[in-house]
């Protein structure tokens, strides 16, 4: 099954490590009756042989993920909220201290994190392609350009309000296909002492923690500090620091500076050390890994099916992107799962991407309690547990998957 391709970063060779089967654009949550005009793709990542950069073989149109279809909202949830708030907090701190400081951010969704530099006032541009969520960063009085981030967008950029401080991206940088257009830009952008900070979904989580449904069409690359380092070096930048976070099950966030103005932290090596430990750079670790995820779905069906069996219902929790995956890798549809229910009020009578399951509002689960719910949005499990503790009071179970089949 391996199909050598060339690494979007260095264009080393890739090798297949993992094949998720057919899959649709995660995130194009279809108006019911329009289901016949979803396109497909095949979702399979490999590993480059040369800069050990996780990536997806094929990947979507970035118009096609990006389009009036796509219904993430990052402020969907209270922790990302707050973690946004931490970050701006964090940034007006240390990064934007001086006269007239200026932040650009990639991606910038519905304005989660520039809505706090709005509000204090700081010189701030949100670069983002896709027109609804654009919008409602527009309705919260953040600064918006409705367009896709690369060099010809920073050097127009920098021609208009100068250099910027802080560039900043949170799960959109692994989603630019060219990333060497990319980088490119971010060097146009960024002031001599400026940082560019990116939080990312990261290889480890998804291979040691088997976090696998982070694998889908809008994330192209699975960073690791390794091939972050290397894809510093390569456009001109130094790592200078690497923390781990947790907003979806465990990402990084990489800060990168030009070479020599920045103290190197002791993280970037402490992470280099476990992930070699990991053998995340290693096919035959990572053939293993994908035995594994196979195993997860084979124990998920069984365990549904045996729920269908026993004549329960089972609902799913939470439609992220994730849940695309996951759904269309197991072919759990409808007949499994006959809803999932969602806050997002834009998926909300929708069907989910290839798998068809009707989204409904959350009144749907507590109006009529299953015997079992399905957590797609494991990385809210805290804060959704605790406010559906009335379900598990009265004998409901939670089944997940991360980082094995569970009912809890
Ligand atoms: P995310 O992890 O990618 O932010 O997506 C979380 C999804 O789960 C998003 O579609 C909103 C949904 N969600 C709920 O339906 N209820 C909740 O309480 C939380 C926290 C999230
Ligand atoms: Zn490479």
Redesign the pocket.
């Known amino acids: 099954m391996t199909t050598p391709t060339a690494c979007r970063m260095c264009r080393g060779t890739v090798i297949e490590v993992l094949d998720l089967g057919p899959q649709p654009s995660a995130n194009a949550f279809l108006a019911p009756g329009s289901a016949d005009l979803e396109m497909v793709y095949r979702l399979a990542a490999g590993i480059c042989e040369s800069c050990t950069l996780l990536q997806l073989i094929d990947d979507t149109p970035p118009d096609l993920r990006y389009s009036d279809t796509y ?4 402020s ?5 909220r707050r973690h946004f708030a931490q970050v701006a907090e964090r940034l007006l701190a240390t990064e934007l201290t001086g006269a007239d400081p200026f932040i650009v951010e990639i991606g910038c969704n519905d304005g989660v994190l520039l809505d706090h530099f709005a509000r204090a006032g700081v010189r701030h541009l949100g670069v983002e392609p896709s027109k609804g969520v654009a919008e409602l960063a527009m309705a919260k009085g953040v600064n918006v350009t409705t367009e896709f981030f690369g060099t010809s967008t920073a050097v127009d950029i920098r021609e208009r309000f100068g250099r910027a401080d802080v560039v900043f991206g949170a ?1 959109t940088i692994c989603s630019i296909t060219d990333i060497a257009d990319l980088m490119r830009g971010v060097d146009t952008l960024l002031s001599d002492d400026g940082v560019f900070v990116f939080e990312e979904p990261y290889a480890d989580t998804i291979v040691r923690k088997r976090a696998f449904d982070q694998i889908y069409d809008e994330h192209v690359f699975y960073f690791s500090v390794r091939s972050v380092q290397e894809m510093a070096h390569r456009f001109g930048f130094e790592l200078v620091d690497a923390e781990q976070i947790q ?2 099950g465990g990402e990084i966030r990489y800060t990168l500076a030009r070479p020599g103005t920045r103290t190197l932290s002791p993280m970037v090596g402490m992470l280099l050390f476990r992930e070699a430990e990991a053998g995340l750079a290693d096919p035959v670790a990572l053939r293993a890994w994908a035995a594994d995820v196979q195993n997860t779905r084979t124990r998920l069906v069984a365990l549904l099916e045996n729920i269908r069996a026993e004549g329960h219902r089972v609902v799913g ?7 695309t995956t996951m759904t269309n890798f197991c072919g759990i549809g409808p007949d499994l799962l006959p809803f999932i ?4 009020p834009g ?1 909300q009578g929708r069907l989910t991407p290839g798998s068809h399951i009707p989204v409904r509002p ?1 009144d749907a689960f507590a109006g009529d309690y299953p015997q079992y719910a399905l957590l ?2 494991w ?2 499990a805290a ?2 547990m605790a ?2 503790q009335e379900f598990s009071e009265q004998g409901g179970k939670w089944i997940v998957y991360v980082p094995g089949v569970r009912v809890i």
Not at 71 to 74: C, D, I, T, V
Not at 341 to 344: G, H, N, P
Request: proline share 3%; charged share 25%; net charge positive.
């Open positions: 219904r993430y909202e990052a969907g949830s209270a922790g990302a799960n907003q979806h929790y939470g439609a992220p992107a994730k849940a229910c969602d806050s997002t998926k959350r797609f949005a990385n809210h804060e959704i406010k559906e």
